[in-house]
Nanobody, 122 residues
Framework: QLQAFGGGLVQAGGSLRLSCAAS????????MGWFRQTPGKEREFVAV????????YYTDSVKGRFTISRDNAKNTVYLQMISLKPEDTAVYYC?????????????????WGQGTQVTVSS
């Protein structure tokens, strides 16, 4: 089970840190991703953290502003977001990838958190 939290309302240029706490499984050997979704649009890839090297990887629109990290001792993955823009407004989801699959494709992920709303005002 994954529980995402830390969203909220922030002004443009502000910062937020999202957390995703896992229970029932360890994330230390899991590929962990963050995705986001706005009404009427498909869920889109934001960032991914692997445990075996390579990456992290980010979608182009957040590079230099978002940082994905993990604390295996706390079984938690984070998404630090700075310089937020109104276009970052979305529900953000964390997810655990299955045994294999494209990092950037929602279909590769088996378990999803419930989502946390991020709203950036202009």
């Amino acid at each position: 089970q994954l529980q995402a939290f830390g969203g909220g309302l922030v002004q443009a240029g502000g910062s937020l840190r999202l957390s995703c706490a896992a229970s029932g499984r360890t994330i230390s050997r899991s590929v962990m991703g963050w995705f986001r979704q706005t009404p009427g649009k498909e869920r889109e890839f934001v960032a991914v953290s692997t445990w075996y090297g390579g990456g992290p990887y980010y979608t182009d629109s957040v590079k230099g502003r978002f940082t994905i990290s993990r604390d295996n001792a706390k079984n938690t993955v984070y998404l630090q977001m700075i310089s937020l823009k109104p276009e970052d407004t979305a529900v953000y989801y964390c997810a655990v990838r299955g045994e294999s699959g494209n990092y950037f494709n929602t279909a590769s992920y088996d378990y999803w958190g419930q989502g946390t709303q991020v709203t950036v005002s202009s």
